[in-house]
Every structure is written in structure tokens, then in C-alpha cells.
């Protein structure tokens, strides 16, 4: 450890050797917690960079049923638009929230500033990711989010229904509330990874024998009903020639479910998966996405060098004197 008490100044040893234990342990399991933290954020950073590399891209129209990736661009479905809350910008996605700045003193009497949040939300709303082939609906509902805006700014209310205009942004600006709002627009380039799977068409179609057994069961409950349908020649029991017409009408209705099911379009619906891989939706594409995640994957990995060692550090010090 002579490498970190030659970066730092002599007497934070001192400060450390005669800390309080209460004050003492409880910095440490904080830094060891930081370490914990960071090892995670290294697999967890690798992990998706790795997927989204080795996943190959599909196209709507021929994409597999289970996890895949989708690229394309957004687009609002049919009905009502999606609008950001705070800025009333019309979007496919938005993440917003609002804090309040509050001053305290510490128990030396330094005071000290932080942001507390008062009101956040996302947006849960259905919207469409178009290729060449066709259309995907996507539930944003559990996925991580690169957007295409972020913006914050600064206001004097704890509710902000100013629009786009009068805001105060930047470094120096000030006020008791900010603001923070994340968005995509219609448009946007979309980058989708997650569980596909297709509804309603031919491929929602169930297995006919199956769906034979499953009505016959069912006619089967009702004895009577049975029996005055099916019973040719009255003598109160449905014999094998009476079977094989109810079988066969049973047959007659399962098919034409199906012809009514072959004449509705299929729906590709986008969601998160239930096996724990990561849902992501981007606005930046394949390979910059999976650089971003290397990066944060590099970064986690320096800050659990340097907590480590910090631990490490603070451990051997104080139980060696």
C-alpha cells in the first residue's frame, strides 16, 4: 500500500488510525460497498456489450419467435399522440423528473446543498418500430432507454407548464426546481433488442387436434345439450356413429375459428424478457452502442481498482496500528 500513502496527504493516515470506530467501519463498508458496485457494473456493462454484438439483426417481417434484435425507426401509433409532460413535446417515449433544491447543515454546521425529487415518471405508452418489412410494437415498460433528448433546466415552481420557452438551462443558471426530461420522437433512428413474438395471422394459430379435443371436452360437460344436438335416433346416449358427427362438427368449428383468425393481420409486439437478459432501446446505433457499454464497463472498472485499493488500504492501516 506504499503507493496510495504516497499520493495522499500524511496526516489522512493519522485521521484514520484515531477515526471513531463507529465512523470508521461505516466509511469502509462504504467503499467496500462502492467496489461491490463497480465489479457489478463491469459484468453487467461487458454482458450487454457482448449481446448486443453477437446478436444478429432480424428483419420485422421474418424475425424468429424469443429474443432478437430490431433496427429501424420509431413511429406513434393511431389514436392519441404522446406528449412529454413538461415540455409538451409530442414523442414516442419520455422519462421526466423534477426536484427540489434543499439546504441543510450538517452536524458541523456546514451547510449543505442537495436535490431532492418531488415527481417523476416515464412514459408506458405503445409505439411502433418500422423496417423495410414492416412494423413491431414496442412496450417500453422494464427497458433501459438511450433517448435522443435530454434536457434540464431551472424554474421557481414545484410544476412546470411553460412549454419549451422560458427556461433557464446551463452551468449558471439557477432556481429552487429543476427539471429533467428525456425524450424520443417519432423518427428517431431505433435500435431494439428484446422478446419478439407474433400475435394473431397464422402464426397465433393453435393446434387443430388439440383444439378439436379441447371443444369436445367442453360439449362433453353439458350432457344434455350434448345429447339433443347429437342423438339422431333418440335413445337418450351418443353411440359411435353420434360421436363421429360431433367430432366432426366439433372439426367444422375449430376450422372456421381459424379461417376468422388467418383473416386478422399479425402483430409483432416487442417486450422485456422474463429470463433476465436486457431489454435496450436506442437511438445510436449497433456499434456505438456497444462502445458506450464498453466504456461504462472501462469506467466501472477503474473505480473498483481505485475503491478497491482504497479499502484494502483503509483495512491494513487501521488494523495494523
Given amino acids: 500500500m506504499g503507493f496510495i500513502e504516497a499520493m495522499l496527504p500524511p496526516e489522512w493516515a493519522a485521521r484514520v488510525i484515531q477515526a471513531d470506530p463507529v465512523e470508521f467501519w461505516a466509511g469502509t463498508l462504504f467503499v467496500v460497498a462502492v467496489t461491490v458496485a463497480a465489479l457489478y ?18 428483419r420485422i417481417r421474418s424475425a424468429a419467435q424469443g429474443y432478437v434484435e430490431l433496427v429501424g425507426h420509431g413511429e406513434l401509433m393511431d389514436g392519441a399522440p404522446v406528449i412529454a409532460p413538461l415540455t409538451g413535446t409530442v414523442c414516442t417515449w419520455y422519462h421526466y423528473k423534477i426536484e427540489e433544491k434543499v439546504e441543510s447543515h450538517d452536524s458541523r454546521g456546514v451547510r449543505t446543498t442537495r436535490w431532492r425529487t418531488i415527481a417523476s415518471g416515464a412514459s408506458d405508452s405503445l409505439f411502433l418500430l418500422r423496417d423495410e418489412t414492416g412494423a413491431c410494437v414496442i412496450d417500453p415498460d422494464g427497458a433501459e432507454v438511450t433517448p435522443a433528448a435530454s434536457e434540464v433546466w431551472y424554474g421557481d415552481t414545484p410544476s412546470w407548464s411553460g412549454g419549451l420557452s422560458r427556461r433557464r438551462s446551463g452551468l449558471f443558471s439557477t432556481g429552487q ?12 433512428p431505433l435500435y431494439a433488442i428484446g422478446l419478439f413474438r407474433t400475435e394473431g395471422g397464422a402464426s397465433d394459430l393453435p393446434n387443430v387436434r388439440d383444439e378439436v379435443r379441447h371443444l369436445l371436452s367442453q360439449w362433453k360437460r353439458d350432457q344434455e345439450a350434448l345429447r339433443q344436438r347429437f342423438d339422431r335416433n333418440g335413445d337418450g346416449r351418443i353411440d359411435l356413429h353420434e360421436w363421429e358427427d360431433a367430432r366432426q362438427a366439433a372439426l367444422a368449428e375449430v376450422m372456421e375459428a381459424h379461417s376468422e383468425r388467418l383473416r386478422s393481420p399479425a402483430i409483432h409486439l416487442l ?11 436506442s437511438v445510436l446505433p449497433q456499434e456505438s452502442l456497444a462502445r458506450r ?6 469506467g466501472s472498472f477503474a473505480a473498483f481498482l481505485i475503491a478497491g485499493a482504497a479499502a484494502t488500504w483503509l483495512l491494513t492501516l487501521r488494523l495494523t496500528h
Avoid: C, N, W
Wanted: no cysteine; glycine share 8%.
Fill in 41 to 58: 457494473g463491469v459484468v453487467r456493462f461487458l454482458r450487454r456489450a457482448r449481446i448486443i454484438e453477437d446478436t444478429p439483426t432480424s
Fill in 271 to 281: 417486450t422485456k424478457p422474463q429470463d433476465g437478459r436486457p431489454y435496450i432501446l
Fill in 293 to 298: 457499454y464498453r466504456r461504462l464497463a472501462g
Fill in 177 to 188: 426546481y429543476r427539471y429533467t426530461e428525456k425524450r424520443m420522437h417519432p423518427g428517431d
